[in-house]
């Protein structure tokens, strides 16, 4: 990788040295060129046709100023200021010409036009002599005639002589005046004229004047000509021809140097278009073979991929017709081929396409080649193919399908070439892939590579399709052959040794074996031992002989069951008839009592707990009790205490869950000794427990059954943890004993039922775990409780409750303040029953509600009426503790209260110690609303429950009452009693609760309360319970 | 590909703008000589010898402004003493009215052999061929620079003195920029602005040059009379031409010396430009010393000197008053020595 980075980084920095050599070549022949071209920069070039122009300009001034001065000399008019405007000029002219530093720069050029410059100087000195001579001249001609008249005026005309000298003045004139215009001959007639004129006499001064004239005129006019003549000597059209004939060939020297210099450059630009014509010639090669290069690159990249694409495709294609498709579609890309199809051979010799991609599908669609053909020539490549199984491959496909039926399709789709590929498996060519090109020469070696790589990959893929195929087959035949084994009746395969080598799963079911267990056994583990040899001989028998048996059979369970069975056993022989496996399947006889227990035991279990209920405790007991041996079973009823109370605190899931465990510790019991123990839910809260003993004798049985209950409560007063939280449970247990005998079911649950009353009933005053056997006088009391609560039921009805009233005595002052109320029972027949014997029942049965209510509005009427002779008198009143679940218990006080008008604070309620422990929250605030009325509170029998100080100050009390239980031994040194008394009445004056003493009734009783500072005291000492008018009686009495 | 061709097109563009410049300049530079040359075919005016002023001259007005300024500002003197003005006086035909300059009898003390000239007049002096008496300076802008290095007129010794004073004058400075396009003044702009002023002034519209346009009646005949004998004299053979006299050299005295014990020649044919008669009535005292103080006199000698003979005094007078008809206008008014 590095190599070929700095190779490449190399090629790179190569380039650019022969870029920037050839650049190199190119500025350098350019700077050349430019260098060659800037030589043939001339000013005397540029400025050629500029000197030219001033040189014909001088030459044409020469002319005219020449010209001008001819005119001039024989010319009278004159004037100089064209001349002098013309010789302006040509100064001018001239002055520039020298002033030009083109011509400056070529020496000969310079010399001969500072000969030009010069003698046109000598020209312009020429011009001004010429100038003024002329005008003498010029002046003495315009005079001449003037001067001659006045010449002629002054002389005397009458002398011969002066005629003479009239006529050789006239001479004079005329030579004079001709002289200007005529050759030089004139001025020597002139001159003759002048010398004859001399040989006369002195003139006068007019003539002397005309003279002077004519001498000036004799002088000047040489001069004039002198001076014109050597203008013309001067030769200033040669020396100008010179110079520009030397201008001319300096010039064309320059240009001839400049062809030169331009040959040169042309040959260079040449040499630089050769050279660039040859770079980019290069370059386009370049260009050309690169995209060549690319073209191919790019060729055989898409030929790559597109087998990358078909290897796939292979891959992944999970049928035939999908891979068909895919190939055709990768083979049809843009980069290969126009058209790609796949047809199959059919088993009628025709070849169809199954998938086709690229132009011209809709034709593909409903092809189809009949290959039963021999007539190879005309059918054209496909068959040929198929014919010779091998694949053809042409870039001159219309020519070779040109006699085919085939050629205008090859037209209208302007095929050039052809690929065809059978596809052969196992030497049968079963598909053909046909490819079509509009390209031409598109099969080159690496084409044709590519489609017989693709041809290979289709084969292998279709070999392994076919494998695929059968090995799904063989995998559904081995599933249907397992869900067959697999069926509802039971089945064992063994081998030829009758050796187990497979069961299925209706077999373990039936059996109780697991697979593991049978296997290598023989199935004669089944044996039930019901059937003779003879019978199994005969089986075998008929098994070797027809190869099937079929027929009723009895067969045992691992646990020992026998079950029924209609069996078949087949034998399963190979190909040549031996015996290879034997097949035995079983179709279970007792299938339809089994589902008969299923509903029993539906109906005969709990569905909360799972565990037997009344009915099947009711049948096992009937069953117990059908028994015919002596020995004695154990019936235990046990009842979960204030499960109702659990019930309402924690919620009925928590109750739930509490029975569940119960259940399952119930059915977790392991207790020695015992057997058939078996155990049911009864009621909501009640469990069973039924065993059988070996004890043959009642006092043996007795004492067994009790520990069992120990065994069996202790177990249940472990905590239990419900709801993620510990519970302490206690029970009541009632037990029965039976031994088989001609009771009923029923009879024995009445029986325990009765004990577990009892049981619940001192379980309610003790709060433990209570057990109570059952004997036979217990069950006539339960028969007579039933019928004194019957009675009961009816005595409020027939008014046969009275109402006795106890006065109550302050101590210091010894006045009547209250009175308690009790209630008396006299039966219709006149009996009087005492309350310890009915009011325990009256709470039990809930009559005490009812009955409460009458006792507070008897009271409260009673109070009434005392109220006129003893206004202050305060009445009290009991409330049992099952008054307290009532309700409606406040509202109906405060009714009562408000009916009769009587005021609360003279109506006092004495509730019992185990009132205020029992159900704190609620006591207190039911206490609390009877507070509020302002209605009193007073405990009663203080000192025989829990005599807590600390609860005492939670509950609005207002009075104890000291029980008479203390107060009957307050006057023995030896009891602790009076101390404790001492106590509570100090601790009641702590508190400022008032304290009343009850039972007393002996002097030294009272006497002792007094010194200890009680404050009220009620017994038999002042009084017995009285009738509503003895009480009255007894009160006038009193006050007296 | 396309980027060559861009390139190729952008040349050939550039290639025919370049050709298309070439020709215009080419067609431009003929169209310069012919104007050149058309400066021959000056028109002549009937036969007469002498030619009228032209009534315009084409001059840039602004320079014609700016030469008139420097022209009559002393300070281009070294003492602030002198202008061109102080001997072209404008009010005096354009010359000093003197015989010889201010100057020149302090020259004549420093520099005895030096002969000093008579003012010529600044009218017209641009249709002279040549400036000065002697004709030394060929053309206005040679002669303009002359004095301003006489020690003896304008006395300065280097242009920038000259220079510095026209650059720190806000209006020369400014007017010098807006004329010429420089930031600096230079010499020749200088005798540029003083000459073109010069060539403005022109007397067009002399009551001869009146005549010779073709009004016939505009002269007297004893004017006209005067006229033929400047002719028959042979005064036309020097003093012709636009400004009648004033295009050649000629020799003072072909008879006789005009002043036998003058200094004054400094070449050896004695010859003096032959000045001009334009305005002639107005330039008094004449000839190169200023000796001769009126026309008629002058015209006495000329015709004693050049001619020879004495001339009689009526043509004398008639000649007289030709000269007095080349007195010409000055921007619409008679030219006065008043």
């Known amino acids: 990788m590095n190599d070929q980075t700095t190779q490449s980084n190399k090629h790179l920095s190569n380039s ?48 005219t100023i020449l010209k001008h001065i001819s005119i001039n000399k024989s010319n009278n008019t004159q004037s100089f200021d064209i001349l002098n405007y013309q010789v302006n000029a040509l100064k001018q002219a001239l002055e520039s010409l020298k002033r030009n530093s083109a011509i400056s720069e070529h020496p000969e050029l310079k010399r001969k036009l500072t000969e030009l410059i010069h003698s046109a100087h000598q020209q312009l000195l020429l011009i001004e002599q010429f100038k003024t001579n002329h005008s003498v001249l010029q002046n003495s001609l315009y005079f001449f005639p003037s001067a001659y008249e006045l010449c002629v005026q002054s002389i005397n005309t009458t002398s011969k002589n002066n005629t003479l000298l009239k006529e050789q003045l006239k001479n ?172 199959e051979v059919t088993p009628e010799h025709t070849l169809v396409p199954v998938a086709y991609a690229g132009k011209g599908k809709e034709v593909l669609k409903s092809l189809v080649i009949p290959l039963d053909s021999t007539d190879i020539k005309n059918s054209g490549i496909i068959l040929e193919s198929y014919l010779q199984k091998k694949p053809i491959i042409t870039n001159t496909f219309p020519k070779r399908m040109a006699h085919t039926v085939w050629m205008k399709l090859i037209q209208k789709f302007d095929i050039k070439g052809n690929a065809t590929l059978p596809i052969i498996i196992e030497g049968n060519v079963i598909a053909i892939l046909v490819v079509y090109t509009q390209k031409t020469n598109v099969f080159t070696k690496d084409n044709n590579e590519f489609l017989y790589q693709l041809i290979d990959d289709i084969s292998i893929a279709l070999e392994r399709f076919k494998a695929q195929d059968e090995q799904e087959k063989h995998q559904q035949d081995l599933a249907i052959s397992s869900i067959a084994f697999e069926s509802h009746e039971a089945m064992i395969i063994t081998d030829a040794t009758a050796k187990i080598i497979r069961c299925n799963r209706a077999f373990t079911q039936l059996t109780g074996y697991t697979q593991q267990e049978v296997l290598g056994q023989t199935p004669r583990i089944l044996k039930s031992e019901l059937h003779t040899k003879a019978f199994y001989e005969s089986l075998w028998k008929q098994v070797y002989s027809t190869g099937i048996w079929q027929g009723e059979i009895w067969n045992r ?484 | 590909m396309n980027n060559s061709v861009k390139i190729l097109a952008g040349f050939a563009i550039f290639a025919l703008a370049v050709v298309v410049y070439l020709d215009d300049k080419k067609s431009n530079s003929l169209s310069q000589e012919e104007a050149q040359l058309s400066l021959f075919s000056q028109p002549s005016f009937q036969q007469e010898p002498i030619s009228p002023i032209p009534r315009s001259l084409s001059l840039n007005s602004q320079k014609v402004h700016l030469g008139e300024m420097l022209f009559h500002d002393v300070n281009l003197s070294h003492d602030q003493t002198l202008s061109c003005a102080s001997c072209h006086d404008l009010q005096k035909g354009g010359t000093d009215g003197r015989a010889l300059p201010v100057t020149a009898e302090y020259q004549k003390a420093k520099l005895p052999n030096t002969p000093v000239f008579n003012s010529p007049t600044v009218f017209n002096s641009s249709f002279n061929f040549v400036q000065g008496w002697e004709g030394k300076s060929l053309n206005l802008e040679q002669q303009a620079a002359i004095p301003l290095f006489n020690v003896f007129e304008m006395g300065n010794t280097t242009w920038s003195t000259i220079l510095n004073y026209l650059t720190q004058s806000p209006n020369y400075h400014l007017m010098f920029k807006e004329l010429y396009k420089t930031t600096t003044i230079t010499p020749e702009q200088v005798i540029d602005a003083i000459s073109t002023f010069e060539r403005s002034l022109f007397t067009p519209d002399a009551r001869f040059d009146l005549y010779l346009k073709g009004d016939q009646t505009i002269l007297s005949a004893y004017e006209m009379d005067g006229y033929q004998l400047f002719k028959d004299r042979g005064c036309i053979s020097c003093h012709h031409g636009i400004n009648v006299g004033g295009n050649m050299f000629q020799k003072a005295g072909i008879f006789k010396p005009l002043f036998e014990n003058a200094n004054y020649m400094n070449n050896i044919e004695k010859l003096f430009k032959v000045p001009s008669l334009r305005n002639i009535a107005l330039t008094a005292p004449y000839f190169h010393d200023g000796s001769i103080d009126s026309l008629e006199e002058a015209i006495d000698l000329m015709a004693k000197h050049q001619l020879g003979i004495t001339l009689p005094q009526d043509e004398n007078n008639k000649i007289q008053a030709f000269l007095k008809t080349l007195t010409g206008q000055y921007k619409g008014q008679w030219l006065s020595n008043e």
């Not at chain 1, 050839?22 to 540029?46: C, D, R, Y």
């Not at chain 1, 002088?219 to 010179?242: A, C, F, G, N, R």
């Open chain 1, 557 to 1040: 369970k691992k646990d020992g069951t026998l079950y029924a069975c209609w069996q078949s056993i087949s034998a399963v022989l190979d190909t040549n008839g031996r015996v290879t496996h034997y097949l035995s399947h079983a179709l279970d006889l007792t299938k339809d009592k089994d589902a008969q227990c299923e509903i029993e035991r539906l109906n005969y279990h709990d569905k909360l707990t799972n565990i037997p209920n009344r009915s099947l405790l009711i049948d096992h007991l009937e069953e117990a009790l059908s028994k015919s041996h002596q020995y004695y079973g154990f019936l235990f009823l046990i009842n979960i205490n204030r499960f109702k109370l659990f019930n309402d605190s924690l919620g009925h899931s928590a109750g739930d869950e509490l029975l569940i465990k119960v259940a399952q510790r119930l059915q977790a019991l392991e207790i020695k000794s015992i057997y058939n123990l078996s155990i049911a839910r009864v009621g909501n809260d009640e469990f069973s427990v039924t065993c059988l003993s070996n004890a043959q004798a009642s006092s043996k049985a007795q004492p067994l059954a009790e520990t069992i209950a120990t065994i069996i409560q202790t177990k249940l007063n472990e905590p239990f943890i419900i709801q993620k939280e510990p519970s302490i449970i206690d029970t009541s247990m009632g037990i029965t004993l039976f031994t088989p005998c001609n009771k009923t079911a029923e009879s024995l649950l009445q029986e325990a039922n009765t004990a577990l009353y009892r049981a619940k009933k001192i379980a309610k005053q003790t709060a433990q775990s209570t057990i109570q056997f059952f004997d036979a006088t217990m069950h006539q009391k339960n028969k007579d409780r039933l019928k004194f609560e019957n009675q009961l039921r009816t005595a409020l009805a027939n008014q046969e409750f009275r109402l006795q009233y106890q006065p109550q005595i302050a101590l210091n002052t010894r006045d009547i303040i209250g009175i308690e109320a009790l209630i008396r029972w006299q039966k219709s027949d006149g009996t009087l029953v005492a309350p310890n014997d009915f009011i325990p029942t009256l709470e039990e049965s809930g009559l005490i509600i009812s009955v409460g209510m009458w006792i507070i509005e008897e009271a409260i009427s009673h109070a009434l009426i005392l109220h006129k002779i003893l206004p202050n008198i305060a009445i009290s009143i009991n409330l049992s503790a099952i008054q307290f679940s009532d309700k409606y218990l406040i509202n109906k006080v405060q009714d009562l209260l408000e009916q009769y008008q009587y005021p609360a604070e003279l109506l006092e309620f004495e509730v019992t110690e185990s009132l205020l422990m029992s159900n704190i929250e609620e006591t207190i605030q039911k206490l609390n609303a009877f507070a509020d009325l302002g209605i009193k509170i007073a405990i009663d029998d203080f000192g025989t429950g829990y005599s807590s100080l600390a609860y005492l100050k939670r509950f609005p009390v207002s009075k104890l009452k000291i029980d008479k239980a203390f107060i009957d031994d307050i006057t023995k040194s030896d009891s602790s009693d009076p101390a404790i008394v001492q106590a509570t009445i100090q601790m009641s004056k702590a508190l400022g609760i008032t304290t009343i003493a009850e039972g007393v009734e002996e002097k030294e009783q009272l006497d002792a309360l007094n010194a200890m500072g009680c404050d009220e005291i009620q017994g038999y000492y002042f009084s017995r319970p009285l009738s509503p008018n003895d009480l009255q009686d007894f009160i006038l009495k009193h006050q007296e």
């Open chain 1, 16 to 63: 650019f040295l022969s870029h920037y050599k050839q650049w190199g070549v190119i500025a350098i022949s350019l700077f050349f060129i430019l260098f060659l071209f800037q030589k043939t920069f001339n000013p005397l070039l540029e400025q050629r046709s500029e000197i030219l122009s001033k040189i014909f300009y001088v030459s044409e001034l020469q002319y």
């Open chain 1, 172 to 343: 004079i004139l005329i030579a004079g005046l001709i002289m200007q215009n005529t050759s030089s001959g004139r001025s020597i007639q002139l001159k003759k004229a002048l010398q004859n004129l001399k040989q006369q006499n002195k003139p006068s001064l007019s003539c002397q004047t005309f003279i002077d004239h004519s001498k000036l005129l004799l002088q000047y006019t040489p001069k004039v000509s002198k001076i014109h003549d050597q203008l013309s000597e001067l030769k200033i059209d040669t020396k100008m021809h010179s110079f520009y004939t030397q201008f001319e060939k300096t010039t064309s020297q320059i240009v001839a140097k400049n062809q030169t210099y331009y040959l040169i450059i042309l040959i260079f630009t040449i040499f630089l278009l050769i050279y660039i014509g040859i770079t980019l010639t290069c370059l386009f090669r370049l260009n050309r073979d690169l995209k060549t290069t690319l073209t191919t690159l790019s060729e055989k990249q898409a030929l790559f991929k597109a087998l990358i694409q078909a290897g796939s495709a292979i891959t992944l294609s999970k049928d035939k017709k999908t891979l068909y498709q895919k190939i055709c579609n990768i083979a049809s890309q843009k980069s290969l081929f126009e058209t790609c199809w796949i047809g």
